[in-house]
């Protein structure tokens, strides 16, 4: 089953505005991941924050977790036209396994 | 190096044919994953190899998928025989062992059944 789930599904901002996506989780995890998609590519990974730590930047992205709540959220600042893509959310649950689990995603339309 | 390389972009099939989906991982990575991608469902791992040897095939939907990594560079999965409901985008995901899986990921196939 699907763990990350993200909200909202489709986000539909302007140019220069932040986009936030959230991302929440049922188990307990090693870290969490976010990974981005551009329309008939595959994923890229964004960013990696693991569970003992809070927030993550990275260029225009912050990412922050709170293990508490079980949840993550990615914001995009300043946001641009080439941003628009679907963003998911995986987590790679503790337990020993190798396995990654995705969220279906949020869908980003930047308008210019 | 030129990433994960998948074959074929696009596959269109009848129902009841063979379909087989092919993978090169990333030269070095000893785990290797396949991914199913609907709007329905999202992305749901199928099953993964480590060192070539399938971990966790609790993914794969039903007897008529298959996998095999006969060697580190190279992995296919198969469907026999297909059905409608199999189309989809199929990714393959490489990573390397280590601390934290982390995937990357191939350009995908995306199989029609018609």
């Known amino acids: 089953s699907q763990q990350g789930e993200e909200d909202p599904q489709a986000l539909s901002i302007q140019e220069g505005e932040n986009a936030t996506m959230n991302c929440s989780y049922k188990?307990?995890?090693?870290?969490l991941q976010w990974y981005r998609q551009n329309s008939g590519r595959g994923l890229v990974h964004l960013i990696l924050i693991r569970s003992n730590e809070r927030e993550k930047h990275s260029g225009r992205l912050r990412v922050t977790l709170d293990t508490s709540k079980k949840s993550s959220s990615l914001l995009i600042t300043a946001s641009r036209a080439a941003d628009t893509a679907s963003y998911f959310c995986a987590t790679w649950p503790q337990g020993g396994s190798e396995k990654l689990v995705f969220g279906k995603g949020t869908k980003l339309t930047v308008n210019p | 190096d030129a990433g994960v390389i998948q074959s074929p972009r696009h596959e269109v099939t009848e129902m009841g044919q063979e379909v087989t989906l092919r993978c090169k991982p990333i030269?070095?990575?000893?785990?290797l994953f396949w991914y199913r991608q609907t709007m329905m469902r999202g992305l749901e791992l199928l099953i993964y190899?480590?060192?070539?040897?399938?971990?966790?095939d609790s993914g794969m939907p039903e007897d008529r998928f298959s996998a095999k990594m006969p060697n580190a560079s190279f992995s296919t999965l198969k469907i026999q025989p297909s059905e409608p409901r199999d189309s989809a985008v199929y990714f393959c995901a490489s990573s390397p062992t280590g601390a934290s899986p982390r995937g990357t990921f191939g350009s995908g196939t995306r199989l029609t059944v018609v």
């Open positions: 030269s070095g990575h000893n785990s």
């Open positions: 188990t307990s995890i090693n870290n």
């Open positions: 190899f480590n060192n070539n040897v399938p971990i966790d």
